[in-house]
């Protein structure tokens, strides 16, 4: 097995203790940094997938980006200042009234481990704050809203279109125990994912298309 | 006209209820009993004596552990002998008199004298160290997980025996939420290694000491846990919701275990509801779960609603159900 399949194997496993060496040694016999990154992001990809599917559980995906971050570590002295990998800019936060963050973290993670550069708002985000994120950071591509009570569905519209009201052409994913499609259509996002692994499927494809 | 009680046993047992089991009707819990704190009251903030603090924020709907830097009682599962100390469960008489008063006031023949436990086994463990790294713990360090999950068993099985020795209760109400709306926590065959070996033991400790009725909240997916619920000892999977498909779930499982839930709180218990709403909802659980195996009741863990009202328009709904179908 060359060592960037181990390095991929051992991230879908959520080998943390092991990753970083692993990762040294791909270096060491040669791989380049950013095809191990590649290889690390597409294991994320099918951890996701798996989690989507019910195939996993939030431990092993925990477990999963946990690993991928140790590796990242390793990776970061080598890459720095090579910004080609990032998918760009991700605010992401639980909105107002809402303190849940649970979800919310494990999309921070998925997104994260996709190639987006986050920035956590952490939870109970008033909508301005979210406008004043996307204003006092790079490369904004994408704003991420979770509400996980029906009680702050109505705090989720407001995020979404003070969002949208101050960047009209931002894109804006929602998601959320109580959010559907249809009501994420209905408050004006460009998309919906009903958990964190498709949340980073439809994350990349709403920045890249 | 049957008894709640009797009604109940009819209804979980396959024989002839003579109505629906009215949500938390035949369960008289015994809240006085002394315990720790794992509730405030809004917008307050205690530390109880595992040192865990619980948090209830204005304008939310519920108390949560606080798990900010500084707050983890454990950061490092490998060190939870050194930091996890386990409250004694030997309170003084008196503090028992409430709760032994009430117990003896209620008619048995009627009502289950219930002992009400929360948090549980799994519960606790994030509890103590937060979400992520409890999730994270079962899988990394299941060595560790294995001893604090024991030593929590223990601590249970002790508060156990001082339950039943002063209140003799004939049901018991113990929450442990083991997922969210859509998927368990953690995969089957890790509940079944970690969190299924201390049930067993704790819900068979109640038994052997007279608790005929095992009543366990989880207001969550489940499916996948039914059959080790069963192993267990549940009789009554309380908080059931509808992301689980019920009617299959009696199909399959009725009279090995009984399901209560199907009104799913988030869809009936809002600011805007209408008693129209909750009618709708009752209707439509009622008659796709039918008389045997099911209890139509709010999924929320204890006999109340978030919003005024909502609790005994359910109540009310039901009753016309009952009118109606028996």
Redesign the interface.
């Known amino acids: 097995m060359s060592k960037i399949e181990e390095v991929k194997g051992l991230v879908e496993t959520?080998k943390?203790k092991k990753i970083a060496a692993a990762v040294s040694e791909a270096l060491d016999a040669g791989d380049k940094a950013q095809d191990i990154l590649e290889a690390m992001i597409a294991s994320m990809g099918v951890v996701g997938d798996k989690f989507s599917a019910?195939e996993?559980?939030?431990?092993?995906m925990?477990?999963a980006a946990?690993a991928m971050s140790k590796g990242v570590e390793v990776l970061k002295p080598v890459m720095a200042g090579d910004g080609s990998s990032s998918l760009g800019t991700c605010i992401m936060g639980t909105v107002a009234?809402d303190?849940h963050d649970?979800?919310k973290?494990l999309v921070v993670m998925m997104l994260e481990s996709a190639g987006f550069d986050m920035v956590d708002l952490g939870v109970d985000v008033p909508a301005e704050k979210f406008v004043e994120a996307v204003k006092e950071n790079n490369k904004v591509v994408l704003v991420a809203c979770s509400g996980l009570?029906?009680?702050t569905m109505p705090a989720l519209k407001e995020a979404v279109q003070t969002i949208k009201a101050a960047y009209p052409e931002m894109k804006v994913i929602v998601g959320g125990?109580?959010v559907t499609p249809e009501y994420a259509d209905e408050i004006g996002a460009d998309g919906y994912a009903?958990?964190a692994g498709s949340a980073a499927v439809k994350a990349k494809e709403l920045v890249t298309a | 006209m049957l008894t709640k009680r009797q009604n109940l046993m009819e209804t979980i047992k396959g024989g002839q209820p003579d109505r629906f089991v009215n949500q938390y009707e035949f369960l008289e819990l015994i809240r006085e009993a002394p315990k720790e704190a794992f509730m405030t009251p809004m917008g307050t903030e205690v530390k109880n004596a595992w040192g865990i603090t619980i948090r209830w924020p204005e304008g939310q709907i519920g108390s949560f552990p606080v798990h900010e830097k500084g707050y983890k009682v454990l950061d490092d599962i490998t060190e939870w002998r050194e930091y996890v100390k386990a409250p004694s469960v030997n309170y003084p008489a008196e503090r028992w008199t409430e709760a032994i008063a009430h117990a003896r006031a209620v008619d048995r023949d009627e009502k289950f004298v219930t002992a009400f436990i929360t948090p549980g086994i799994f519960e606790l463990t994030h509890y103590l160290m937060g979400m992520e790294d409890a999730l994270m713990s079962y899988y990394e360090e299941p060595e560790a997980m294995h001893e604090l999950i024991e030593y929590l068993t223990d601590y249970e099985l002790a508060y156990a025996k001082q339950i039943i020795e002063n209140l003799h209760p004939d049901a018991l109400f113990h929450h442990d939420d083991w997922g969210s709306q859509i998927s368990s926590f953690m995969s089957p065959e890790t509940f079944k290694e970690f969190i299924l070996p201390a049930y067993k033991k704790i819900y068979g400790f109640y038994k052997d000491n007279g608790v005929e009725l095992i009543v366990h909240h989880s207001d969550s997916y489940g499916v996948n846990l039914v059959p080790f619920m069963i192993e267990m000892g549940i009789d009554i999977w309380q908080g059931v919701m509808n992301t689980n498909n019920i009617p299959e779930l009696i199909k399959e499982y009725g009279g090995q275990i009984s399901f209560m839930g199907g009104l799913h709180s988030g869809e009936i218990d809002f600011p805007d509801w209408t008693p129209e709403i909750v009618m709708e909802h009752v209707e439509r659980a009622c008659k796709e779960c039918g008389k045997l195996y099911f209890i139509p009741n709010l999924s929320q863990g204890a006999p109340i609603s978030s919003f005024p009202g909502v609790y005994e328009a359910t109540s009310e709904a039901i009753d016309k159900m009952s009118a109606e179908l028996f």
């Open positions: 959520g943390s019910g996993i559980f939030v431990p092993e925990l477990i946990k009234g303190l649970i979800g973290n009570l029906t009680t125990a109580p009903p958990d």
